[in-house]
């Protein structure tokens, strides 16, 4: 198997409270850095701009001659960094827009084939596109391109697929704003390492703010500079790339089930994170005590509560690792199946249990275990989720649940419920039942 790279945030803590001033100097920044990107939003983030979006030359132009770096007195290093990050925005909402149309039209009965290949096409040519949604026939594209174009809209009824096109658009775009003045990205000439610390310009001229750092390594490329005010303390994002490991022993094809007692059960019944149910419960326990009736802000007391949540958090998320780790390490997967994770459901009647759901760590569980596997050339298979605590693994019947044991009421087959969900994940992969 081929070795490629795969990226990773890994993430730098300040080591001691920053300053009243240098915070405010910062804020400054992260407030800027947010109406830059709003601007951008909203002067390029409409259908009449598409045709600047890419590659993007004339909207860096036309920022540089606006006034508005001027005006707000922002070092360029972080007046462009604003610009490409809302621009990554625009063209993100764009592709999910061209996505979710894509879908609708697959499942619209209405369209027939030809329609749908000329909207494909649609889709596909970024010129054609522009051009439909602004209410003109594409035109002037290549020669080529043309000719398939006008072949395609002659199959099709092209007047039905430009008004299906434009009404799909307007339903799914959104006018994106932030009001989030919490952090800014930094390129390298923004910031240098030394003394144990980063080096951060200001928009005083030949003025930085130093933060002294928990730790000595020192990333190049982009940075992300995360403000906490409240807690007087900076974190840094830096993304790394990690030579993706290919492993000739890795064959096995895993059945998985997450949960909140045991962090991760196989299909042939082996557990990983026994010990995770009980530090969770901790965990949740004391933030429901804490946070219960608390309305205290910007005061010693709620940095002190910031503080000690980050090192449980901390902990917690510690051990998960380690205990996924020893998971790839010990099953040597090929391919892990696992059931989608639904979102967490509000409300019910024991509000103690419903905290400790709502707190659970799925989601950074989830993100871990794939990147974690992306890293050592092992592929995630998601499967649907309907029923698969209920449905037997053995026959396919229906059964219950109790006290953590799993009874089928047809064959009688009697195992742990996660053990048998594993195992329904592993049998609906097999089945080709994948939410893809």
Known sequence: MAQSDAVRTVRQYSAEPVAGGDMDKLLDIAGDYRRVKNYVYERYGGIG????????????NEMTACGL?????LPSVYYYQAVFDALGDVKGQWTRIKTAVRKAAAANQNLTEEDRHYLRFLL???????????GKEPAGLPEAVQTQCDTL??????HR????????????Q?????????????????????????????????????????????YAGRLYVKLFPEESRVEIGAAVRVRVKAHSDYTNRVGIALGMRTLLTTHEGRQYGTEFGELHAAY?????????????????????????????????????NQQLNLFLKNEKPETVCMVKLPPPKAGGVNRKINYAVSVWQRGYIRKRLLQKCREQSVEVVEVLGRGVGTECSRCGGTGSVKDGMYRCDSCGYETDEKVNSAANALKRANAGLIIR
């Open 69 to 73: 770096r001027a005006e707000l007195g």
């Open 49 to 60: 701009s598409l045709d600047k979006l890419y590659p993007g030359y004339t909207i860096q």
């Open 153 to 158: 809209a002659e199959s099709a009824d092209a």
């Open 284 to 320: 949740a326990e004391w933030l429901r005590e804490r946070t219960a009736g608390s309305s205290r802000k910007d005061n010693t007391g709620r940095k002190k509560y910031n503080a000690q949540k980050r090192r449980k958090e901390e902990r917690l998320h510690s051990y998960i």
């Open 161 to 172: 697929v430009h008004g299906y096109l434009r009404r799909q658009v307007r339903k799914r």
């Open 174 to 218: 959104v006018r994106l704003h932030t009001e989030r003045a919490d952090g800014f990205g930094v390129t390298e000439r923004a910031y240098r390492y030394g003394e144990h610390g980063i080096y951060l310009a200001t928009k005083q001229n030949r003025k930085r703010v130093f933060l002294p750092l928990t730790d000595s390594r020192q």
């Open 124 to 134: 596909k040519v970024n010129n054609a596109f522009e051009a439909v949604l602004n």
